[in-house]
């Protein structure tokens, strides 16, 4: 079969031919298509394009095509161009002059646009769900050490004492913030572009609804010219994937830092830890430093995006065939990682002892004593003075503050009593937080508690998303859906 336009008197040049093809990076792309193709098939049927047993034997084709893909039996050639071509011809082969009848009312940019939300919303639940497992281990890991303190930190100095669970907590929210960013996306990736053509429409009668609702989209475009021309559901989504590991990033940075020997606060498990060719004792974190890097990679492939899809005329472009390499090469890369976080995370040992010690030799409670002086009558700003000039004393005797004497508290404060002591140290510090969103232990129960009912419904949104989605797909592919609607 030549697929070749009889336009072009000449075969195109094999370095252009090369350098065109997309058939490597469409391979991802081949279920999607051919899943795609079983939907028009019922669009085409409706419109009359095709007869009732012409459509059954193209479904029939391509339920048999999808069977061996899913095994890997569909090699791809690149003489094809790409995965849309490479389908038409093993299509062809076996049903001969009916195959090329499929290509009616639609054009390789509608489909090419379908392909890549369908691929796209494969990864966004894959994604999602695996961020769902690290904000479960988080939680898992707080509930786990509900009295365990360390030091809080700003500008990476010893600030405030505060909850290990607290701070564990902190990181949640970020991560489902994450998940309600996918979320939004996915829904902006249930409009189906199937049926749109080459920018325009097509005369022939058909109702792109029907491919819609087959394939568990939503509702079908509305302009058929933005439908082929925008990728701004990638963009969005590799911005979400990149925050989502900035996030992740953070949180890689901070446990490097906790199992370094002079922090000590914590100890990854052996099967997450990788030894040196050279250095006998060496237990490196080295899957939170690919998770450091890997955050450059989507933060890298986000800016090419918005570079590509900036100041493209409407509607379709080539350009755009980059914006596919992009995103299937780069996004399927974040679930793993957030899977392999989120059992790594289920594999540290903290030190409680370690980051209690830490959280004391900071003169973390030097606010603490501030507050007890206004509490005092003490005016803010020289509670905080007085406060400095005893954490300046102990540090000249290297002891914690609630070691002062008394005569050493008077000599700044008459005010400060006997029980003062009761304020200082981590622990009495943290339990003496009372604000709402504080580190004190009821109100992280209560965040606790909050982000356990907020993920739920995010991951029931999800969950309902996929089966959706599953049963669609085994409609389409004439199989009985296991899943109950
Ligand atoms: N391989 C193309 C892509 O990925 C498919 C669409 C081609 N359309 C066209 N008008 N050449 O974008």
Redesign the pocket.
Known sequence: VSLRSKRLAKRLDPAASAF?D?TLE?AGLLLDDIIGSLAHVSVLEDAKVLDATEAGRLRSALRHLFKDASEGEVPLFTEH????MNVEVALTKVLGDLGKKLHTAR???D??ATDLRLFAQRWTLETAARIRDLVESLLWLSKKHPKAVLPGYTHLQVAQPILLSFHLQAHAERFLRDLARLRDAYERLLVSPLGAG?LAGTTHPIDPSISANALGFDRSFRNAADAVSDRDYLAELLFAASLALTHASGLAEEFILFTNQSFGFATIGDDYATGSSIMPQKKNPDVFEVTRARSGTLLGALVASLSGLKALPLA?N?D??EQ?RLFVQTFPLVAPNFGLLARMLRSVTFHPERMEAAANEGYGDATELADYLVRQGTPFRDAHHQSATLVRMAGQKKVPLAALTAKEFAKVNPKIGADVVKHLGPHNAVKGRKSPGSTGPAHVEAGRKQLLAELATIENFFVAAGQAREAAWMTLLGKTSKVKK
């Open positions: 065109l997309s469409d161009e790409d995965v849309h054009s390789r940019n489909q090419v080459a379709y080539r755009l065939q596919k």
